[in-house]
């Protein structure tokens, strides 16, 4: 049988080669029609919103407020600029609070036990849904004054902001060489000018980058409104009166029965998605540009 | 122009490694001293004693007596007023990448309040004249970030911002060895005009670099201070034998 | 000592130093003493160093301050409902507002099943286009490809909702569903009704919300295996799928499991998309066409509706499940990726 066994060998040898190479073209194909599958949506969604939203874009849409339910037009000036008003205060209150918690852990909490203490905090706020966000908000602010406002949709986005800033500024000051800051140091500056001078100075464009990105990432918040902010049909600039935001108007729109509301949230999606889009791509462009002029 | 350091019995820690062990010396006023010894001898860690940069290591300790002038640096004032005193010069170039060359220069004064323009102006045209940068860089001043030009030019910058704050000690801890050979001798002469406006304290892993420049030397060994003499005698004709074993290059 | 000349001192070259110095000299315009005087004058700064740390440092407070109001309103306000239902709560399938019952199982059952399903769809795909873009892909494309994840991962959830509703429900309605109905009505998942809305289709929109996480985070991992391992399984012949197998996945298994932990933490706590295409009943059935509920989305679409206190403080007990079932999903997902990533995790918010 000695003679037979090299023959059947190599026949062996030969399907298991073949079986191997199958199984390797198998999951290249895999993965490329795996990368198409999901990318299909990506594209379908942008294209469908440039096709549904497109059409229904006019300058009415930035300039007018919604139209009684039924009637053709109007358009959701209210809510952009509403958005805008939340978001302003949310980057008010978030932003500095974000950026001094940050420049703590890079700067003085790099190894101890309330730098981590901190660390962690910040990351476990990340996971937080955030609805659950908007029930705090409601509970510290709409309970007490007994009346949704923009105030409390701000502070909702702003809890939000506060930890991915914090880790993000925290992240770009550690970049900083701790030569910059021992050469400032050398030279008989205080420690706090050294901070604001030269670290935070040296990191500026990477913490924009943070706080850009957090800020798009907020701007498409809806949950956390739906019960702080509680939208507007209406003009409202008082910051004590529930106000319309641009992601709940498109989602009471979206669910609601008039054809004209759907195009109007199509429309609002549309513009909602430019804006973050925008965002990431200037972020991305920046920080790109930064790392190599804060380098060499 | 310059101060003289009287130090005595200093002792430093880094966490429980014991880094200097007894060091006593007298730098002079007005002349440049080389420290020279194996890596990790400790004289690195002696000049940042001397204007309190290793307490910028929160487990690091001192004990001793450091004297500049009149003053003990570490029970009669603050390590900021120390080291408004005493420039540093660090081993690797590290310009401020984030400010312009005037800015760099300028930066000890600024960042401690001065605003006066036109003593600025001033200011930074003597020491980038001090440093001999002023020529390749007048023209960019305020146009060219700190990190932007070459290696040699920005230690030259660097040795320029500490001269600024017009020091009466200048720290100088390996300036040249990162740097070509081109550069590393623009630095040494510069090193060699300056000895006579203030006092220097040079640490270099080159003997012939010490040779050049110092008038005297120090031998650190594993925290020691084995010999301190002045610079020929103690290349010709060293005192202690570990001395001679270092310098004949039987280690380090 | 012996004499030994080992260096040679060279002589100084007197020359070149008495020229320089007539340059430093005649640039001396402004007086030293004035810059030595203006220094001596500056303050230690011992008070500004340390107002500056405090303000920092009450800063960093804040987050704590931040969670311990989210956990105080939480635990506060959820009282009443605590002390109305106890553990009934969690096994109760009556979610009666008129009544004043409130049992809170059919949501449970909601979030877990759309999230597990929507991890289960999710996770394959993230993988293999991972493997894709660390190994397949052409170098140019990578780029992109990468940069249109990115995408994907700031289209807020309204506008996935939106497009749910619009693009997604009737696929599942009138193409998708009937095909599955014929081919697997058997196994009781797949029968009538089918309205579009229901628990198949809001899995499919978390899926396609969750994968930029999974795989992004996937490829973090995979790429942080060193390239040893990679080299290793090639030197002894394997394909490139065993290269990938055997080098790489083995090793990032543990960082992989982390990235699909995270992915599930994000579904749990999806609200938007899926309140607006899981139907919104809360029933337990085993049919995916069936519409459903979830713990966010009831929270979304009757917290403003709440009458009463009980109602309210059942809706905000919901609230206090969802925070803590995530913040320990994701503290398991962060200590698995950290421990294969070294500290790499910050980027996964």
């Not at chain 1, 407020?65 to 109007?74: E, F, I, L, S, T």
């Not at chain 2, 004297?67 to 003990?72: L, Q, S």
């Not at chain 2, 900021?80 to 590290?94: K, L, S």
């Not at chain 3, 969802?322 to 995790?345: E, K, P, Q, Y």
Request: proline fraction near 5%; glycine fraction near 8%; aromatic fraction near 8%.
């Amino acid at each position: 049988m000695i003679s037979a066994l090299p023959e059947r060998g190599a026949r062996v040898e030969q399907l298991i080669k073949l079986r191997r190479s199958a199984a390797n073209h198998f999951v290249t194909l895999l993965a490329v029609v795996s990368t198409v599958i999901v990318l299909a949506p990506l594209i379908a969604i942008l294209g469908y919103l440039i096709y549904k939203g497109g059409s229904s874009l006019n300058l009415a849409f930035f300039t007018h407020v919604p139209a009684p339910v039924g009637q053709p037009g109007g358009g959701m000036a209210n809510a952009i600029v509403g958005s805008g008003v939340i978001l302003g205060i949310a980057s008010a209150i978030g932003v500095p609070l974000g950026i001094a918690a940050g420049v703590y852990l890079a700067e003085y909490g790099r190894g101890g036990v309330l730098g981590s203490a901190v660390r962690f905090t910040a990351d476990v706020l990340n996971g937080v849904p955030s609805i659950v966000m908007g029930i705090a908000a409601y509970g510290l602010i709409v309970l007490k004054q007994h009346h949704f406002s923009a105030l409390a949709g701000g502070v909702a986005l702003a809890i939000m902001m506060v930890p991915t800033i914090t880790r993000t500024t925290e992240e770009m000051l550690a970049t900083v060489p701790h030569a910059l800051r021992e050469a400032a140091l050398g030279l008989g500056i205080p420690r706090w000018r050294t901070i604001l001078s030269v670290s935070l100075r040296t990191a500026t464009p990477g913490i924009i980058t943070g706080c850009m990105l957090a800020f798009a990432r907020v701007a498409g918040e809806t949950a956390p409104l739906l019960f702080t902010a509680f939208g507007n049909q209406f003009w409202s600039f008082n910051v004590n009166q529930p106000i319309a935001a641009l992601p709940l108007q498109i989602f009471v729109y979206a669910v609601s029965p008039y054809d004209e509301w759907h195009r109007l949230a199509w429309a609002g999606a549309l513009v909602l998605i430019a804006l973050i889009m925008v965002s990431v791509t200037l972020v991305r462009l920046y920080a790109s540009r930064g790392e190599i002029k804060g380098g060499h | 122009m310059g101060v003289d350091i009287r130090v005595e019995n200093l002792n430093a820690w880094y966490g429980q490694v014991h880094t200097l062990k007894d060091v006593s010396l007298h730098i002079s006023a007005n002349q440049a001293t080389a420290l020279i010894g194996p890596s990790g001898c400790g004289k690195s860690t002696f000049v940042r004693c001397l204007n309190r940069m290793h307490e910028t290591n929160p487990i690091a300790r001192a004990e001793g007596s450091v004297r500049m002038g009149e003053i003990d640096i570490y029970r009669d004032a603050t390590p900021v007023e120390i080291r408004r005193r005493v420039g540093m010069v660090f081993q690797r170039p590290n310009p401020f990448p984030s400010m312009s060359i005037y800015d760099n220069v300028a930066s000890g004064l600024k960042l401690n309040g001065y605003r006066k323009r036109r003593v600025l102006d001033e200011v930074v045209e003597r020491s980038l004249k001090q440093a001999a940068l002023w020529d390749e860089v007048k023209d960019d001043l305020k146009k060219k970030s700190g990190a932007s030009i070459s290696g040699g030019q920005q230690q030259r910058l660097c040795i320029a911002r500490a001269l600024a704050v017009d020091p009466e000690v200048l720290l100088m801890d390996e300036p040249a060895s990162a740097l070509d050979p081109v550069s590393t001798a623009k630095i040494e002469d510069l090193i060699f005009e300056l000895k006579c406006q203030y006092t220097i304290v040079i640490v270099t892993h080159n003997m012939q670099q010490a040779a050049r420049v110092a008038e005297r030397t120090g031998f650190f060994l594993m925290g020691k201070l084995v010999e301190f003499d002045a610079t020929d005698k103690l290349f010709t004709n060293p005192t202690d034998k570990r001395t001679e074993d270092y310098i004949t290059g039987r280690f380090g | 000592m012996s004499q030994l000349s080992p260096v040679t001192l060279p002589t100084p070259e007197v020359n070149s130093g008495g020229k320089r110095a007539e340059s430093v000299a005649a640039a001396e315009p402004a007086p030293p003493s004035e810059i030595r005087k203006f220094l001596q004058t500056r303050s230690t700064s011992r008070l500004a160093d340390g107002s500056f740390r405090g303000l920092m440092l009450l800063a960093a407070f804040s987050l704590f301050v931040i969670i311990a109001l989210i956990v105080w309103m939480l635990v506060v306000n959820s009282k009443l409902s605590i002390h109305a239902f106890g553990w009934h709560f969690f096994t109760g399938r009556q979610w009666d507002p008129v009544g004043g019952s409130f049992g809170a199982l059919p949501f449970i059952y909601g979030t877990v099943v759309s999230s597990l399903l929507a991890v289960a769809i999710a996770v394959p795909l993230s993988l293999c286009v991972a493997i894709f873009v660390l190994d397949i892909c052409p170098q140019p494309l990578r780029g992109p490809i990468a940069f249109l994840t990115e995408l994907l991962a700031a289209i807020p959830s309204v506008v996935y909702g939106l497009w749910a509703v619009f693009v997604l429900v009737p696929i599942v309605r009138d193409n998708v569903g009937p095909v599955l109905e014929k081919s697997f009505g058997w196994t009781g998942f797949f029968a009538e009704p089918n309205f579009g809305v229901g628990m198949l289709t809001a899995s499919v929109v978390l899926a396609i919300m969750i994968f930029p996480v999974i795989c992004s985070i996937s490829r973090d991992v995979m790429r942080a295996v060193p390239i040893h391992q990679r080299e290793a399984a090639l030197a002894l012949g394997a394909t490139r799928w065993e290269m990938i197998r055997i080098g790489v996945l083995r090793n990032a298994r543990l960082g992989i499991v982390g990235a699909v932990i995270l992915g599930l933490g994000r579904a749990l706590g999806e609200t938007m998309a899926v309140t607006m295409v899981i139907g919104n009943h809360p029933d337990i059935v085993k049919n995916l066409f069936n519409p459903a509920y979830t713990l966010a989305s009831v929270i979304a679409n009757e917290f403003t509706e709440a009458t009463g206190d009980l109602y309210l403080s059942a809706l905000i007990e919901i609230g206090l499940v969802l925070f803590v079932v995530t913040i320990v999903v994701n503290a398991i997902a962060r200590l698995l990726v950290w421990a294969v990533t070294r500290g790499d995790s910050t980027r996964a918010a």
